[in-house]
């Protein structure tokens, strides 16, 4: 394993994976259908909740000017799949300007990117066997999408501060106040003329959730389980695979620490798809050619096969549970250390 350092450890191949006999046994039934059924449910509650689907919580707006909105039921509830165009770069505290999370996200890239490139270099593109580069590979896409996203809020920011001769105003406008449109019309509160998010902002925010599910899983998997298991073998970690297992945590809570991102339970359903098209990768990749299993809670010829499998995809709701917490705590601190300026919806 590239990860090793001064190790005489290696994975073993139990059986020849490519053979019929292989993949023709209950235990792969039953792993399928564990694979199967999440995946369903996971479709079926993206159709459910993903997006906007009442008529009535969408804003529409023609040439950048701001309508007059219909009047609404302010005890009704958004949908929980709604997200706003500028809940992507908007920092969730109003002393904070746009520019400091944006900086801090190509700090983030930078760093992940240099950690990735680098670490293919050392070992080759083989890393990608494993599910912990393939995670890591997701983090760095969130922070780079996150840095071009970014800067398109900053300048979005900026030229409404620029075209407002007041521009302290700026803020209370952000919160829901009104204030007067240069025609001398009264502008409508930020809740009422919010714009809905686009494509990238929705896989932005979705790709954020992916990511949180699955450096927790990553991460526990790797530090509760493997590493006692290499210190039982006698084994070193290089460099590497303890960064890997380290700055993705680091930077993930610190963009959550800052930005304005929902965190709605439902889209736990893409981090099981995510989970779900690895495992479906691993077994294309063992059909066509005999291989080792990365991980050994894969290997199908195990009759404790269907208990791994079961037991891994049960994982998840904790490793998503412990996020949804994180978030939690960070709407009760915020919102009772800075009740004037903490500006995100509670999730």
Request: proline share 5%; glycine share 6%.
């Amino acid at each position: 394993m590239g990860f090793l350092k001064g190790s005489t450890w290696e994975p073993v191949m139990t059986k020849n994976t490519s053979s019929s006999s292989y993949w023709i046994n209950w235990r792969v039934l039953v792993c399928a259908i564990w694979l199967i059924i999440p995946l369903v449910f996971s479709f079926f509650l993206i159709s459910k909740y993903e997006g906007p689907h009442k008529g009535k919580n969408r804003v529409h707006f023609e040439n950048n000017t701001v309508p007059v909105p219909e009047e609404e039921d302010e005890d009704e509830e958004e949908d929980a799949g709604i997200l706003y165009e500028d809940e992507v770069w908007r920092p969730c505290l109003k002393g904070i300007h746009p520019v400091w999370l944006l900086a801090f996200r190509v700090l983030a890239f930078v760093v992940i990117l240099s950690v990735l490139v680098l670490n293919v270099a050392v070992d080759g593109g083989d890393i990608f066997y494993y599910y912990t580069q393939w995670s890591f590979a997701l983090i760095t896409i969130y922070f780079g999408l996150g840095s071009v996203l970014s800067m398109y809020g900053c300048y979005q920011f900026l030229k409404r501060v620029g075209g407002n001769t007041m521009s302290n105003q700026v803020t209370d406008a952000e919160i829901g106040t009104s204030t007067m449109l240069s025609n001398g019309a009264k502008e409508a509160p930020e809740n009422r003329r919010q714009i809905i998010a686009g494509f990238w902002a929705y896989l932005f925010q979705i790709i954020f959730q992916m990511n949180a599910g699955a450096v927790i899983l990553t991460d526990c998997v790797f530090w509760l389980i493997i590493v006692p298991f290499l210190e039982i073998k006698d084994c070193n970690l290089n460099f590497f695979i303890i960064n890997m297992h380290t700055i993705n945590a680091i930077f993930l809570l610190g963009d959550t620490a800052l930005n304005s991102l929902r965190f709605p339970w439902f889209r736990i359903s893409y981090f099981v798809i995510w989970t779900v098209i690895y495992v479906i990768f691993q077994w294309i990749a063992h059909v066509c050619i005999p291989l080792w299993w990365p991980y050994p809670f894969l290997d199908l010829s195990s009759t404790f096969a269907p208990l791994w499998y079961f037991l891994v995809a049960l994982m998840h709701i904790p490793c998503y549970g412990v996020f949804i917490l994180i978030m939690k705590l960070k709407y009760v601190l915020l919102s009772k250390w800075f009740p004037d300026s903490y500006m995100c919806m509670k999730s």
